[in-house]
């Protein structure tokens, strides 16, 4: 293991707030847009009408290109094929990618401390900031944002405008919460709350746990809906976590230093001339 990976992995156990995302510039790790593709050109289903045409989709960002979460999509022969309100790559992290959950380690905070949180993770899916694709419009050809938006030729750059987005919040484990820098739960009254202030300035919930809870994997079922218009309703996804078994923020804040005394040590013990 490298030194700095060491490092962030002793932060993390610490509870200690890490830059997790550096490596993602500004951009958001999820967006939110319009599937603009009415007609299969390719596939199984070449020539039929998409299912997920005109409804809202959630976009994974991967660099130069998106990865759609739980689209409506068909199954079955071509000749009589069924709709479903999701798809085969609806988890986060994808299924295909074999990751693990998203880990839940010490949270920082006055709110999240003493609770085990996704906000000191590395992981790309665990860079949970949402924005609407509206956010990459209008940058210089070339550019990261210019790139991204205008990516699958074109299939996501419909401008979601003032499309007024809520998420509802179909199932989750017990013991699993949402919230973010403000309030510990977002759901406390209701299965579906608004976007639309939270889109502004960006999105970034929080997922945790308490500390005691069972090992295991703990889940959350979403789906982004039209507050006005049912219609454009995304289909299903999931966010997929672990609470990580780590030393009480005490015992980990005793072991880090000590790892960072001896990386000290190392350093002083090497020779001007090496």
Same mark, same amino acid.
């Given at each position: 293991m490298?030194?700095?990976q $060491?490092?962030?992995?002793?932060? +993390?156990?610490?509870?200690m707030?890490?830059?997790a995302?550096?490596?993602?510039?500004?951009?958001?790790?999820?967006?939110?847009?319009?599937?603009? #593709?009415?007609?299969?050109?390719?596939?199984?289903?070449?020539?039929?009408a998409?299912?997920?045409?005109g409804? !809202?989709?959630?976009?994974? *960002?991967?660099?130069?290109?998106?990865h759609?979460?739980?689209?409506y999509?068909y199954?079955g022969?071509?000749?009589?094929?069924?709709?479903?309100?999701?798809?085969?790559? %609806?988890?986060?992290?994808? +299924?295909?990618?074999?990751?693990?959950? +998203?880990? $839940? *380690?010490?949270?920082s905070?006055?709110?999240?401390?003493?609770?085990?949180? =996704? @906000?000191?993770?590395?992981?790309?899916?665990?860079?949970?900031?949402?924005?609407r694709?509206? #956010?990459?419009?209008?940058?210089?050809?070339?550019?990261?944002? @210019?790139? $991204?938006?205008n990516? =699958?030729n %074109?299939?996501?750059?419909t401008?979601?405008?003032?499309?007024?987005?809520?998420? @509802?919040?179909?199932?989750?484990?017990?013991g699993?919460?949402?919230?973010?820098?403000?309030t510990? %739960?977002?759901?406390? *009254?209701?299965d579906?709350i608004?976007?639309?202030?939270f889109?502004?300035?960006?999105?970034?919930?929080?997922?945790? #746990?308490?500390?005691?809870?069972?090992?295991? #994997?703990?889940?959350?079922?979403?789906?982004?809906?039209? !507050? *006005?218009d049912?219609?454009?309703?995304?289909?299903?996804?999931?966010?997929?976590?672990?609470?990580?078994?780590?030393?009480?923020?005490?015992?980990?804040?005793?072991?880090? =230093?000590? !790892?960072l005394? $001896?990386?000290?040590?190392?350093?002083?013990a090497?020779?001007?001339?090496?």
């Amino acid at each position: 293991m490298k030194k700095n990976q $060491l490092l962030s992995v002793t932060l +993390i156990a610490m509870g200690m707030s890490v830059s997790a995302h550096a490596q993602e510039g500004d951009l958001a790790g999820y967006y939110i847009g319009i599937d603009g #593709t009415n007609t299969f050109t390719s596939g199984t289903y070449n020539g039929l009408a998409n299912p997920n045409a005109g409804n !809202l989709t959630l976009l994974f *960002n991967h660099g130069n290109h998106y990865h759609a979460i739980g689209s409506y999509a068909y199954s079955g022969p071509a000749g009589s094929p069924t709709i479903n309100d999701t798809n085969a790559n %609806n988890r986060l992290p994808e +299924i295909s990618s074999l990751d693990a959950p +998203i880990a $839940l *380690n010490w949270g920082s905070g006055s709110l999240y401390s003493g609770k085990l949180t =996704s @906000q000191n993770n590395p992981s790309e899916y665990a860079n949970l900031t949402f924005a609407r694709v509206d #956010t990459l419009a209008g940058h210089d050809t070339g550019s990261e944002e @210019q790139i $991204l938006f205008n990516s =699958s030729n %074109n299939r996501w750059s419909t401008l979601l405008g003032n499309t007024a987005i809520g998420l @509802q919040l179909i199932s989750a484990t017990t013991g699993l919460f949402i919230g973010d820098h403000q309030t510990a %739960n977002l759901f406390a *009254n209701g299965d579906t709350i608004s976007l639309d202030s939270f889109l502004d300035d960006g999105f970034a919930p929080i997922f945790w #746990t308490a500390a005691n809870v069972p090992a295991g #994997t703990y889940s959350a079922e979403f789906r982004l809906v039209g !507050l *006005n218009d049912a219609n454009i309703n995304s289909g299903r996804f999931y966010f997929d976590f672990a609470p990580v078994a780590v030393p009480v923020p005490a015992a980990a804040w005793l072991f880090g =230093s000590g !790892l960072l005394g $001896l990386l000290g040590l190392k350093r002083k013990a090497t020779p001007l001339s090496a």
